[in-house]
């Protein structure tokens, strides 16, 4: 892996700001910069909820939006889990399916 270096330039009582919030989590200043940066930058690139509502909006008025209803979870039917966990461990074994295909 390549590494690049980045000069960074902080008042002396930003330095100590920045090495306190790096030692608390156990990191030196450079690897949290790094990770908070790339943290940041994580979030910038995901689109904010205005910017979705426009596309939503856009997308439904060139007639390009399907709505897709949400599905609502259903229980399964007691019965066939109850015949699912009778069924359940009878049969041959995976491990005796494979040992046959070997030979």
Do not use: F, N
Not at 23 to 37: F, H, K, Q
Request: a neutral charge.
């Amino acid at each position: 892996m390549s590494m690049t270096q980045i000069v960074v330039e902080v008042t002396d009582e930003q330095r100590a700001r920045l090495e306190e919030a790096a030692s608390v989590r156990g990191l030196r200043v450079d690897a949290w910069l790094a990770e908070v940066g790339l943290r940041a930058a994580e979030r910038q690139a995901a689109p904010t909820v205005d910017q979705v509502e426009r596309m939503r909006r856009e997308l439904a008025e060139a007639g390009l939006l399907m709505e897709v209803p949400r599905l609502t979870r259903q229980s399964p039917d007691p019965e066939r889990v109850a015949r699912a966990r009778a069924a359940a461990g009878r049969g041959k074994p995976l491990s005796d399916i494979v040992s046959e295909d070997r030979r």
